[in-house]
C-alpha cells in the first residue's frame, strides 16, 4: 500500500464522510488558487498545515515525505519567473518582480497542495471512488477505477519483489543489465495484470458476476456540523485576507 | 513531469479542463459501451490501468545520469488505443494525485491534454505512420513512445508558457525559458523511454503473443489459434493497417475478454 493511502486508512477523521473532508481540503485548494498569494495563499497555508498536523493527525514526517515532491516542481518552476529573456539589458537578465511572482507562486503551489494532502491524508481511495457514482461518474467507469485500484497495490508488491530478485542475482551492476531488469519489470506487469484479470473474470464468473462490482462502503452521514464549521473557516479565511490586505504592504 | 496543484492560475486551470472534456467524455462514452456490451472487460481495462498505473512508477535511467518516471503513454496508446488511454490516463493521473502527490485536482484537466490526450494521440499517429510505410514494428515503436513523451512535454511547456508569460519577450520568451529546461532533461528522457518501450515491446512479442494479436497490436498468424505461442511471428503489421479494417476499441478489448 502506498504510504498516503496506509495513512488515509488510519486516520482520525476516516470515519468522516469524504464529503465532509472534501468541502475543508478542497475548499482550501480553491481558496489558495483564487486569493492572492500574500496574504490570502500564506493564511491557508497555515490553516492547512494546523489542521493536518493538529485535528487530522498526520505525522510531520509522512507529510514531508509526500509534500517534497510537488514542492521540488514548484520551485524548479518558480525558479523560472526570476529571469527574462530579451530587454535592452541582455539577452537573459533578472526580471522586474521576479522574486515576488516567484514568492507568491510558491505559497499558491504549496498553500493549494496542502490542501489536497488534507484530502487524501484521511480519505482512502475505497471511501472515495464507490461514491463518485452518486456524483455523476458513469459506474462502468468508477468499477474500472476500482479494479485498478486494487490491482495496483498488487502488481506494485509484485514489482518490488521482482526488482530485489533482480538486484539479487547483479541484475542492476551495469548499465546493460539494469536495462534489460528494467524492460522485463515492465513486461513482467502486462503479463501478471493480464494473468490476475484473467484469474478474477474466472472466479467471479463462477460467482455469478453480472459486470457490477458490489463493494462494501462504510455506512457514514455527512455531518452537517462539520461542514458548517468547515464553511465557517473558509470564509474567515476569506474575510482575514480582505482586512490584511489593507494593512500589509 | 506532472504540473503541480494550483501551479496554474484558475482561468488556465478551468480552460485546460474544458478543452480536455470532449477526448475525456468520448473516451468514457467508448468504454461505458464497451463494458456495458462485455461486461467482463471491466477487469481487463482495470488490469490495463494498473499496468499504465504501475509503468508510470518505473524509474528508468537518464542518459544525463539520473532518474525519472516514464509516462508509459506511448505504450498504452500503443497497447488500448488512445480513446482507451484517455480514460485509464485520466484514472491514472488522479491516483498519482491523490497517492503519491504527483500532480493536482486544479490541474488535472491541464496534465490530462498533455498525458492522457496530446501524448497518446501524438504517439499512436507517428506509430500508425510508420507501420503504414512498413516500418519494422520496434521502429516504429521507438518513434511512438519517443514522440508520446517528447509532446507531453512540448504541451506541458507551452501550457506554462501561457500561464507565465515572460514580463520581456512574452509567450516566447516563456516558452524558451520552459522548453529550454525540459529539453536537456526530457529529450534524454524521450531517447530512455522509446528504448524501453522497444525492450518491453520485445519481451511481449515473445511472451505474450496471444494477448498482443487479441488487442490487434499483431496480427494473427495463419494456422495458429489465438494465445498459443509461436517461435516466429509473421504477425507484426498492426491489425488497423491500410486496406484492412481497423477493429473498433470495444472488438479489440472484448475479444481480449473473451479470451482471457
Request: aromatic content about 6%; some cysteine; overall charge positive.
Amino acid at each position: 500500500m502506498l504510504p498516503i493511502d496506509a495513512a488515509a486508512h488510519s486516520s482520525r477523521w476516516r470515519r468522516r464522510h469524504p464529503v465532509d473532508k472534501a468541502v475543508l481540503g478542497l475548499g482550501l485548494t480553491v481558496l489558495a488558487i483564487s486569493l492572492p498569494p500574500w496574504p490570502g495563499a500564506a493564511l491557508v497555508l497555515v490553516a492547512a498545515l494546523v489542521l493536518l498536523l493538529g485535528p487530522a493527525g498526520v505525522g510531520a514526517r509522512q507529510l514531508w515525505r509526500a509534500y517534497r515532491v510537488p514542492l521540488g516542481f514548484c520551485v524548479t518552476g518558480a525558479l523560472t519567473l526570476l529571469v527574462q529573456i530579451g530587454g535592452p539589458d541582455g539577452f537573459v537578465t533578472l526580471a522586474d518582480g521576479g522574486p515576488a511572482r516567484a514568492g507568491g507562486l510558491l505559497l499558491r503551489t504549496s498553500a493549494a497542495s496542502l490542501g489536497v494532502l488534507l484530502l487524501a491524508f484521511t480519505t482512502p481511495m475505497s471511501d472515495l471512488l464507490p461514491r463518485l457514482v452518486k456524483a455523476g461518474v458513469p459506474a462502468p467507469v468508477v468499477d474500472v477505477a476500482l479494479v485498478t485500484y486494487r490491482m495496483s497495490f498488487l502488481l506494485l508488491d509484485s514489482m518490488s519483489r521482482i526488482r530485489q530478485a533482480q538486484a539479487a542475482r547483479l541484475g542492476h551492476t551495469t548499465r546493460a543489465a539494469a536495462w534489460r531488469s528494467l524492460a522485463g519489470l515492465g513486461a513482467t506487469a502486462f503479463v501478471r495484470a493480464f494473468d490476475r484479470a484473467g484469474r478474477l473474470q474466472a472466479g467471479l464468473a463462477g460467482r455469478g458476476y453480472d459486470g457490477t462490482l458490489r463493494v462494501l462502503v462504510p455506512d457514514v452521514r455527512v455531518s452537517r456540523g462539520f461542514v458548517a464549521a468547515s464553511a465557517t473557516l473558509l470564509t474567515g479565511l476569506v474575510a482575514l485576507t480582505l482586512v490584511l490586505e489593507r494593512f500589509l504592504p | 513531469m506532472h504540473i503541480a496543484e494550483g501551479f496554474l492560475p484558475p482561468a488556465h486551470a478551468i480552460a485546460w479542463g474544458v478543452a480536455s472534456a470532449p477526448f475525456v467524455v468520448h473516451g468514457v462514452r467508448s468504454l461505458t459501451r464497451e463494458v456495458k456490451e462485455h461486461p467482463e472487460s471491466t477487469l481487463l481495462l482495470g488490469a490495463s490501468g494498473a499496468f499504465t498505473f504501475v509503468l508510470s512508477a518505473l524509474k528508468i535511467p537518464s542518459v544525463t545520469g539520473s532518474c525519472s518516471h516514464p509516462t508509459g503513454t506511448g505504450l498504452g496508446a500503443i497497447l488500448f488505443r488512445p480513446p482507451i488511454m484517455t480514460v485509464l490516463g485520466t484514472i491514472t493521473l488522479l491516483f498519482q494525485a491523490l497517492l503519491l502527490a504527483h500532480g493536482g485536482l486544479t490541474t488535472l484537466g491541464a496534465n490530462v491534454f498533455s498525458m492522457a490526450i496530446i501524448g497518446p494521440w501524438a504517439g499512436y499517429a507517428v506509430y500508425k505512420l510508420l507501420k503504414r510505410y512498413e516500418v519494422p514494428l520496434m521502429v516504429a515503436v521507438f518513434f511512438g513512445a519517443f514522440v508520446a513523451d517528447l509532446s507531453t512535454y512540448c504541451v506541458t511547456s507551452v501550457q506554462l508558457a501561457l500561464a507565465f508569460p515572460d514580463p520581456s519577450s512574452g509567450f516566447l520568451g516563456a516558452l524558451g525559458k520552459f522548453g529550454g529546461i525540459f529539453a536537456v532533461t526530457q529529450i534524454p528522457l524521450a531517447v530512455s523511454e522509446g528504448l524501453l518501450t522497444v525492450l518491453v515491446m520485445r519481451l511481449l512479442v515473445q511472451s505474450s503473443k496471444g494477448e498482443l494479436t487479441r488487442l490487434g497490436v499483431l496480427l494473427q498468424s495463419k494456422g495458429t489459434r489465438p494465445g498459443t505461442r509461436t517461435e516466429k511471428s509473421e504477425a507484426t503489421e498492426d491489425a488497423g493497417a491500410p486496406g484492412k479494417p481497423a477493429k473498433s476499441e470495444a472488438s479489440r478489448t472484448s475479444e481480449t475478454g473473451a479470451s482471457t
